[in-house]
């Protein structure tokens, strides 16, 4: 189950990638948030089997928290709250990238997305060096 969020994840940043340049950017800035979900939700599923291996299955409460779509709940769930914060602190870059990011929801497709937009959470997300997509892949 990690390695298909891990692969979703990809796939629909590639895809968020496709509609922007094809001028879609609404189904654009949608898609680039659900790559950023589905890998804090592969993080997630990570934890999970290391805990299932050690101590059991996760209790009810920490499955049914996982069934949001909000970022900033999902990185608590994640346990990366932390991280996100010593990252945050020390890389502007990061920093600026993960406000872009953090307000999107499931939501957002029913909003209008400007082209800059879609571009600004791609770049967010994608960017190599700074990028919050770079930030999560070392704990999946």
């Keep these: 189950m990690g390695a298909d969020l891990r692969t979703l994840a990809a796939l629909r940043l590639d895809e968020a990638k496709s509609l922007v340049a094809n001028g879609f950017s609404s189904g654009a800035y949608y898609l680039c948030g659900y790559s950023v979900e589905c890998?804090?939700?592969?993080?997630?599923?990570?934890?999970?089997?290391?805990?299932?291996?050690?101590?059991g299955l996760p209790g009810k409460n920490e499955v049914i928290d996982t069934y949001v779509h909000n970022l900033t709940k999902l990185v608590n769930v994640a346990n990366?709250?932390?991280?996100?914060?010593?990252?945050?602190?020390?890389?502007?870059?990061?920093r600026d990238y993960?406000?872009?990011?953090k307000d999107w929801n499931e939501s957002s497709r029913y909003e209008v997305w400007t082209p800059q937009e879609a571009q600004d959470i791609i770049l967010a997300?994608?960017?190599?060096?700074?990028?919050?997509?770079?930030?999560?892949?070392?704990?999946?």
């Design 125 to 140: 997300v994608d960017d190599p060096d700074d990028g919050v997509m770079r930030w999560l892949r070392p704990h999946w």
């Design 98 to 101: 993960w406000e872009v990011v």
């Design 39 to 55: 890998g804090l939700k592969a993080v997630i599923v990570k934890s999970w089997q290391l805990m299932f291996a050690s101590y």
């Design 80 to 94: 990366l709250s932390t991280a996100l914060t010593t990252e945050a602190t020390a890389n502007p870059n990061f």
